[in-house]
């Protein structure tokens, strides 16, 4: 089950990340999970919102460059050695990753991790070979 | 089609002992009749008298745009004012406008060399004219108009605007020329296929476009989009409009119609002058002007003369296209680079807006150029690595036009200034 993450450009300028995310928060629309690259010239949000097409739209229409991909969305208990797991099973089939990024969620005590890897179809057969909960996008909005 | 075979076709001897007649002369009323030149011609300790040969010229004071502001609006007239019939204005947008006068037969001059333009692309008495040059105080309308009417071709005098219209008698008319900036020939092209005009319905079979500079790549959208062939016209309000030089179905390079317009290439910095085959800034001398003789008026336009036989049969000397301006010429670490080469640059590259802008700056002693262009969806990912390998690859195409590495920045959308009018496409930050 894939996820759509919604990446957006910003400009390396003062005030940019906050004018993406004030639009975003005008909107009323929650973030799930976020997280940004930063190069010396620019930087990429990512993120994981409930209504990805309304938010790129909205960003759209205040002249903010994005982009919708697919991301995998797993979860992993929040202990010592979650994360090595399902990295480890990657290794093992050799699938790369190209980035990721977890969040704590404190009710189930559970971690998210958002990642992506070169091939998102073998990535998540590899994961669910290795008996991963994958999330769908419904879980992840409902947290 | 030659227009006039005896002017276009004449030998080079010929030619040369006309134009030496003609510079005589005009040099002789200037000096006469305009107290600029003489003051001019003075200062420099030259006399009329001390033009023997064509490169005597050489002895002679550029007129720069500055000096003609400086008399506006007609102290450049060299005849009373009740021998000038019309008179014509540049736009103003880089200062105040500068005038341009016209007697009886400067007009007549102008019909004939426009009528040898239009004669280039195709033109003839049955052709329908659909001239979208704005009429007015600009050059373009009335000069095309001069020269279809001296052909007996109907004109079509619908000056600039109002699209709809424009595509609405372009079909029911059946217009076989169309005269308008390459810009704006893009722009109706957009507009026909939005409307679904089949380009069957357009009976278009060449175009006359100018009064900006474009490129090969635009030629050839141009001539995919509306079906036909699209040729390059050259001129100045202050020389006397469009008519100065018309490319031939050749396409290659430019004829000037230097029985009028006496061309000589100089080195922009030194202000040297250069020979055939070199790239420099062209410079014209009116041969045959009554109103207003204009003696080694700087263009800034940079180009090059061409000395080579043209199959089409005219000995004019051609002159390549414009591609840039002496005043926003850069020297980067010696080497000279223009706007528009690295704009080509960026227009070969799939999904990158013709937005950009250089910046030029000299960190440790050695210039670096960074071209800002606006991210889009096509340039953007959600990997760091493909926008870097997006980014090598536009200044890996800069590099083959321009002979230097720049650094590429990305930039939000619509942060960068429009090329409507004459945007700023260089910040130079060098106080050199």
């Known amino acids: 089950m894939k996820l759509k993450q919604i990446s957006v450009f910003l400009e390396n300028r003062k005030g940019r990340l906050w004018k993406a995310l004030n639009i975003l928060s005008e909107a009323k629309i929650n973030i799930r999970a976020l997280s940004i690259a930063d190069t010396s010239e620019f930087g990429i949000l990512r993120m994981i919102v409930p209504q990805p097409n309304e938010a790129i739209h909205i960003l759209e229409e205040n002249n903010f460059v994005v982009q919708i991909n697919d991301v995998i969305g797993v979860a992993v208990p929040d202990e010592p050695g979650g994360l090595d797991k399902i990295l480890g099973i990657l290794n093992k089939s050799d699938i790369n990753v190209e980035y990721l990024y977890a969040f704590v969620e404190k009710k189930r005590e559970q971690a998210m991790v958002v990642l992506k890897t070169e091939d998102i179809n073998a990535g998540i057969k590899a994961l669910k070979d290795g008996n991963i909960t994958i999330l769908s996008s419904e879980e992840i909005y409902n947290l | ?432």
């Open chain 2, 1 to 432: 089609m030659i227009w006039n075979k005896k002017a276009e076709c004449m030998s080079v001897e010929e030619k040369e002992e006309l134009q030496l007649r003609r510079l005589t002369e005009v040099v002789k009323i200037a000096y006469e009749n305009v107290n600029y030149y003489k003051k001019r011609f003075n200062e420099m300790n030259v006399h009329p008298d001390d033009i023997e040969t064509l490169e005597d010229i050489n002895k002679l004071p550029f007129t720069s745009k500055t000096d003609l502001r400086d008399a506006y609006p007609f102290g450049l007239f060299a005849v009373p004012h009740d021998e000038i019939v019309e008179v014509h204005t540049t736009s103003g947008t880089t200062g105040k406008p500068t005038v341009s006068g016209y007697t009886q037969k400067d007009l007549d001059i102008w019909g004939e060399v426009m009528a040898r333009a239009l004669t280039m692309a195709g033109a003839g008495k049955k052709d329908l004219i659909q001239n979208c040059y704005g009429y007015g105080l600009f050059t373009g309308g009335l000069g095309v108009h001069y020269g279809a009417q001296k052909i007996g071709a109907t004109v079509i005098p619908i000056s600039a605007g109002n699209t709809q219209r424009q595509i609405q008698i372009m079909q029911d008319f059946g217009s076989t020329i169309l005269t308008c900036t390459p810009s704006y020939a893009l722009h109706l092209s957009d507009v026909l296929q939005n409307n679904g005009v089949e380009p069957e319905k357009i009976s278009l079979k060449s175009g006359v476009f100018g009064a900006e500079m474009w490129t090969e790549e635009m030629r050839e959208e141009i001539e995919n989009r509306l079906n036909l062939s699209a040729l390059n016209v050259y001129g100045l309000t202050e020389i006397i409009g469009p008519g100065v030089a018309q490319e031939c179905t050749e396409k290659n390079g430019l004829h000037i119609f230097d029985d009028h317009f006496y061309p000589e290439i100089i080195d922009p910095e030194n202000l040297k002058p250069l020979s055939y085959d070199e790239k420099g800034e062209l410079v014209l001398t009116t041969l045959t002007r009554e109103g207003m003789p204009i003696i080694r008026f700087r263009t800034r336009d940079i180009t090059t003369l061409r000395r080579e036989k043209c199959e089409c049969g005219r000995t004019l000397v051609k002159m390549d296209r414009i591609t840039g301006r002496s005043d926003d010429m850069l020297k980067i670490r010696g080497v000279i680079v223009f706007p528009s080469q690295i704009e080509r640059a960026i227009l070969n590259i799939k999904g990158l807006e013709p937005h950009y802008q250089i910046i030029v700056t000299r960190p440790h002693h050695l210039d670096e150029l960074e071209v800002q262009v606006e991210a889009s969806n096509i340039l953007f990912s959600d990997e760091v690595k493909h926008i870097e390998d997006i980014k090598k690859n536009i200044e890996d195409h800069i590099h083959d036009e321009i002979g230097l590495r720049v650094n590429i920045t990305f930039v939000e959308p619509q942060s960068l200034p429009r090329s409507n009018g004459k945007a700023v496409r260089v910040i130079d930050r060098r106080n050199l």
